[in-house]
């Protein structure tokens, strides 16, 4: 499984990325050491969207806090990059599909990284992963 990561990014040249205590969602607290991630740099924070993809050198999940009922699991990784995105993706070109059911890439990356503006790591369909690869 392929997975993708929207977060602030200093550097989006950069030849590694480091996240800390990152939010989960749809799947991405699965992720392992060697997994492919797309790297996004969130427009919330100044970024551009897609910049890179890279493969996960170092993960570690973060313990709960006792005496919260309700709490997105999170993750510490590390991610050696692999390529620059050689195209842009980010809101303004997914924000138009948003018919939530149609099955296609760009709408379940819409849905998983826009629908709610959190940075997070999520989990991807081969389908998007195939689709995101276009970009490099």
Do not use: C
């Amino acid at each position: 499984m392929a997975y993708a990561i929207k977060a602030a990014i200093r550097d989006p040249q950069a030849k590694t990325f480091a996240f800390t205590a990152q939010k989960t969602m749809y799947g991405g607290k699965h992720i392992a050491k060697g997994d492919t991630v797309f790297v996004f740099a969130s427009e919330n924070e100044g970024g551009q969207g897609l910049i890179a993809r890279g493969v996960v050198t170092s993960v570690e999940a973060i313990a709960k806090k006792h005496g919260i009922a309700r709490q997105t699991p999170r993750v510490s990784r590390s991610i050696e990059r692999t390529a620059l995105a050689k195209r842009p993706l980010g809101r303004r070109e997914l924000k138009h599909f948003a018919n939530w059911n149609d099955g296609w890439p760009e709408t379940e990356l819409n849905f998983k990284f826009y629908r709610q503006a959190t940075n997070k790591i999520v989990g991807i369909s081969d389908e998007a992963a195939a689709f995101l690869g276009e970009f490099f």
